[in-house]
């Protein structure tokens, strides 16, 4: 893959947290975009291909060299442009993969009850993922703060996911995070618990110089919040003060189950999701699932 994409890293073809390096690595390629100002959203999805009716097997693969010699069958394909043609075993399988929506998911805030509602909220970034059904509920609310109040004139109750908020140079900001806790044992039997909130945000700086940019220098976790041992549905707040530039910032957060100093760096993202995939099927992806949420701009007047 090195030779073929020569401007990406062995790392990024590996999965942090179960997500991809882009999205996962804090001031990486997501984070490089979204500095520029860039509406750029993220989805989670299921690449389905055999599941637990499935009688059908991949073909063998030649028992001679090179195929013996390779160490994965995705080396395999690029010997032989493809995988072997499949066939119908007349017995179920067992699948290796999931079905839609059992781990991975994509949440998104209709505003009409319909097909067309929901790619409407996907096209304009209304929408949080996340995996192992980590979550029930998120709603994300931003609000500039005037006096002992929140308050502005996008509404009452604010801006929410992938929105732009205008506020006065010199204002606080209030993000206001309600969760609910997932209160039933996913398909692995595993009853979720969500440990942190982390906000991750920058400036928004305007277009790069180099249009191959993929870093974001200036973005940071700029808060980890712990709400392990809560459940049900709660509010959790943070305050951006004195914003006296435009910037954006994003939430994310974990079971705390495997944390490690981010792709950049512990002074970026001190407690970051850990690479899978050091030695192959080493990672249980129920034992490691993180939720994240598209960004929301905040626009100074």
Same mark, same amino acid.
């Given at each position: 893959?090195?030779?073929?994409?020569?401007?990406?890293?062995?790392?990024?073809?590996?999965?942090?947290?179960?997500?991809?390096?882009? *999205?996962?690595?804090?001031?990486?390629? &997501?984070?490089?975009?979204?500095?520029?100002?860039?509406?750029?959203?993220?989805?989670?999805?299921?690449?389905?291909?055999?599941?637990?009716?499935?009688?059908?097997? *991949?073909?063998?693969?030649?028992?001679?060299? #090179?195929?013996?010699?390779?160490?994965?069958?995705?080396?395999?394909?690029?010997?032989? %442009? !493809?995988?072997?043609?499949?066939?119908?075993?007349?017995? !179920?399988?067992?699948?290796?993969?999931?079905? #839609?929506?059992?781990?991975?998911?994509?949440?998104?805030?209709? /505003?009409?009850?319909?097909?067309?509602?929901?790619?409407?909220?996907?096209?304009?970034?209304?929408?949080?993922?996340?995996?192992?059904?980590?979550?029930?509920?998120?709603?994300?609310?931003?609000?500039?703060?005037?006096?002992?109040?929140?308050?502005?004139?996008?509404?009452?109750?604010?801006?929410?996911?992938?929105?732009?908020?205008?506020?006065?140079?010199?204002?606080?900001?209030?993000?206001?995070? /309600?969760?609910? /806790?997932?209160?039933?044992?996913?398909?692995?039997?595993?009853?979720?618990?969500?440990?942190?909130?982390?906000?991750?945000?920058?400036?928004?700086?305007?277009?790069?110089?180099?249009?191959? *940019?993929?870093?974001?220098?200036?973005?940071?976790?700029?808060?980890?919040?712990?709400?392990?041992?809560?459940?049900?549905?709660? *509010?959790?707040?943070?305050?951006?003060?004195?914003?006296?530039?435009?910037?954006?910032?994003?939430?994310?957060?974990?079971? %705390?189950?495997?944390?490690?100093? %981010?792709?950049?760096?512990?002074?970026?993202? #001190?407690?970051? #999701?850990?690479?899978?995939?050091?030695?192959?099927?080493?990672?249980?992806? &129920?034992?490691?699932?993180?939720?994240?949420?598209?960004?929301?701009?905040?626009?100074?007047?």
């Amino acid at each position: 893959m090195g030779e073929t994409n020569p401007g990406y890293p062995a790392d990024a073809f590996r999965p942090y947290g179960g997500f991809d390096w882009a *999205t996962a690595t804090v001031a990486g390629v &997501w984070d490089s975009m979204l500095a520029e100002g860039l509406p750029f959203w993220i989805t989670s999805n299921s690449d389905n291909h055999l599941t637990v009716k499935d009688t059908w097997k *991949t073909g063998p693969y030649p028992a001679v060299e #090179p195929y013996l010699s390779l160490p994965n069958e995705f080396d395999r394909w690029s010997v032989t %442009g !493809k995988r072997p043609d499949p066939f119908d075993t007349g017995e !179920k399988q067992g699948g290796s993969d999931y079905w #839609p929506g059992q781990f991975s998911r994509i949440h998104t805030g209709v /505003t009409q009850h319909s097909y067309i509602g929901v790619l409407e909220a996907m096209r304009n970034g209304r929408m949080w993922v996340d995996h192992g059904h980590l979550l029930q509920g998120l709603d994300v609310r931003v609000r500039e703060v005037r006096g002992n109040s929140a308050a502005n004139s996008n509404g009452r109750n604010g801006v929410t996911l992938r929105s732009r908020l205008q506020v006065r140079r010199g204002a606080d900001v209030e993000i206001s995070i /309600t969760i609910t /806790t997932t209160d039933y044992r996913n398909f692995a039997g595993i009853l979720p618990k969500l440990a942190h909130v982390d906000v991750i945000g920058g400036a928004v700086t305007g277009a790069a110089a180099d249009r191959d *940019t993929m870093t974001a220098p200036g973005t940071t976790v700029w808060k980890q919040i712990d709400v392990s041992g809560r459940t049900g549905t709660f *509010t959790i707040k943070h305050v951006i003060k004195d914003v006296q530039g435009s910037c954006y910032f994003r939430l994310r957060g974990s079971d %705390g189950n495997r944390h490690g100093a %981010g792709y950049y760096g512990a002074s970026v993202d #001190p407690a970051g #999701p850990v690479r899978h995939g050091l030695n192959l099927g080493d990672a249980d992806p &129920w034992a490691d699932t993180w939720f994240y949420a598209n960004p929301v701009f905040i626009d100074v007047a």
